[in-house]
């Protein structure tokens, strides 16, 4: 069972918006803004697509985004694209008990 | 660009031994903290392990605790896990990450360790 709750899937049509949740607690997600979010296609290596909550690091396209209130962050996907298809994982930051955690994963479907 | 190429990974009989290498290049190494992320084949990533710029500082995941040593070596370019004692449920590829802040930038493309 993973520390961060994120649904199993999510889908949409091409240009359509998909946000996906990703749910911690009081001692994660909601104390640090230390939210980020990874791409990862079938076979391939993860790849960071938001961090703190709502950075997208260079290169990452700005119909991504992330935002985070209370214990829940979000990652929304904007103007879907085929290659947007992908297993999506959240991750924060827990202290230095519980250091990084990471949701279970969410399969984006681009209908 | 920045390169990290995992190897060392392999079969390996329960309660043996295995030692990963991540050769990194394209920044300076001693520069990042640098970690371990596991994931096992169809599931979700789990954090294994990290360790400072400077190698003077150390984390792990309880699963790896007692039986895992993460180290480097900065004039090599090169970070390690030392897995022993090790589990079935160890089985999983493994993931040398760069990080920066309190975000995995950079990940190399993985090694299984199947046991």
């Known amino acids: 069972q993973s520390a961060l709750t994120q649904p199993p899937s999510a889908s949409g049509s091409p240009g359509q918006s998909v946000t996906i949740s990703c749910t911690g607690t009081s001692s994660d997600v909601g104390s640090y803004n230390y939210v980020s979010w990874y791409q990862q296609h079938p076979g391939k290596a993860p790849k960071l697509m938001i961090y703190e909550v709502s950075k997208r690091p260079s290169g990452v396209p700005d119909r991504f985004s992330g935002s985070k209130s209370g214990n829940t962050a979000s990652l929304t996907v904007s103007g879907l694209q085929a290659e947007d298809e992908a297993d999506y994982y959240c991750?924060?930051?827990?202290?230095?008990?519980?250091?990084?955690?990471f949701g279970g994963g969410t399969k984006l479907t681009v209908l | 660009e920045v390169q990290l190429v995992e190897s060392g990974g392999g079969l390996v009989q329960p309660g043996g031994s295995l030692r990963l290498s991540c050769a990194a290049s394209?920044?300076?190494?001693?520069?990042?903290?640098m970690h371990w992320v596991r994931q096992v084949p169809g599931k979700g990533l789990v954090w294994v392990s990290r360790i400072k710029s400077d190698g003077s500082t150390t984390s792990y995941a309880d699963s790896a605790k007692d039986r895992f040593t993460i180290s480097r070596d900065n004039a090599k370019n090169t970070l390690y896990l030392q897995m022993n004692s090790v589990r079935a449920e160890d089985t999983a590829v493994y993931y040398c990450?760069?990080?920066?802040?309190?975000?995995?930038?950079?990940w190399g493309q993985g090694t299984l360790v199947t046991v």
């Open positions: 991750s924060s930051y827990g202290g230095s008990n519980k250091n990084w955690v």
């Open positions: 394209g920044f300076t190494f001693s520069s990042y903290w």
């Open positions: 990450v760069r990080g920066d802040g309190y975000a995995y930038f950079d």
